[in-house]
């Protein structure tokens, strides 16, 4: 993978998949190597814990993928189970939210490569937080997950640094 100071000559589909996957990357970075133990702990003030960011990342993800292809989504929780999101449920472990993740990833790059153009948009569902009639561009969407993943690995970087030391820059 190329790093996201590299450009990529002429290419802006391509360079926000960089940076899409830089910050999916920095949030999985910031769960290697831990325990199942240390991955579902909430160490910190907060309610989250480094496996509860993976899975609510890959879930988001998700959601906007099935938003853009005007598909329903098969892991929609209910408006009063959005902390559930959050947490690893019976059975699920860091492993399977990483491997979830991972087929989000894939399909989700599979299917911005296929749209014909970044400009192409897609309507947003009735929300009190969207503007009534609202659609957004597929350029957006990319870049929209680009600031939902960066805004997770800064809480997963000091949730990593207060189990372990373990410092994302240095």
């Given at each position: 993978?190329?790093?996201?100071?590299?450009?990529?000559?002429?290419?802006?589909r391509?360079?926000?998949?960089?940076?899409?996957?830089?910050?999916?990357?920095?949030?999985?970075?910031?769960?290697t190597?831990?325990t199942?133990?240390?991955?579902?702990?909430?160490?910190?003030?907060?309610?989250?814990?480094?496996?509860?960011?993976?899975k609510?990342?890959?879930?988001?993800?998700?959601?906007?993928?099935?938003?853009?292809?005007?598909?329903?989504?098969e892991?929609?929780?209910?408006?009063?189970?959005?902390?559930?999101?959050?947490?690893?449920?019976?059975?699920?472990?860091l492993?399977?939210?990483?491997?979830?993740w991972?087929?989000?990833?894939?399909?989700?790059?599979?299917?911005?490569?296929?749209?014909?153009?970044?400009?192409?948009?897609?309507?947003?569902?009735p929300?009190?937080?969207?503007?009534?009639?609202?659609?957004?561009?597929?350029?957006?969407?990319l870049l929209?997950?680009?600031?939902?993943?960066?805004?997770?690995?800064?809480?997963a970087?000091?949730?990593?640094?207060?189990?372990?030391?373990?410092?994302a820059?240095?």
């Amino acid at each position: 993978m190329a790093h996201p100071t590299q450009e990529i000559a002429g290419d802006e589909r391509g360079t926000l998949l960089l940076f899409v996957e830089d910050q999916r990357e920095a949030l999985r970075r910031a769960a290697t190597g831990l325990t199942a133990e240390q991955a579902a702990s909430r160490p910190t003030a907060s309610e989250l814990s480094l496996a509860g960011l993976v899975k609510h990342a890959a879930e988001v993800e998700l959601n906007w993928l099935r938003m853009a292809q005007q598909k329903p989504n098969e892991h929609r929780r209910a408006p009063e189970d959005w902390h559930e999101g959050f947490r690893l449920a019976e059975g699920e472990t860091l492993e399977s939210a990483l491997a979830f993740w991972d087929t989000v990833k894939e399909e989700t790059t599979g299917f911005i490569e296929s749209v014909p153009s970044l400009d192409d948009d897609f309507p947003l569902p009735p929300a009190p937080w969207f503007p009534q009639d609202a659609t957004v561009s597929m350029r957006w969407m990319l870049l929209h997950l680009v600031r939902e993943f960066a805004r997770h690995a800064g809480h997963a970087d000091i949730i990593r640094e207060t189990l372990d030391g373990t410092k994302a820059m240095g």
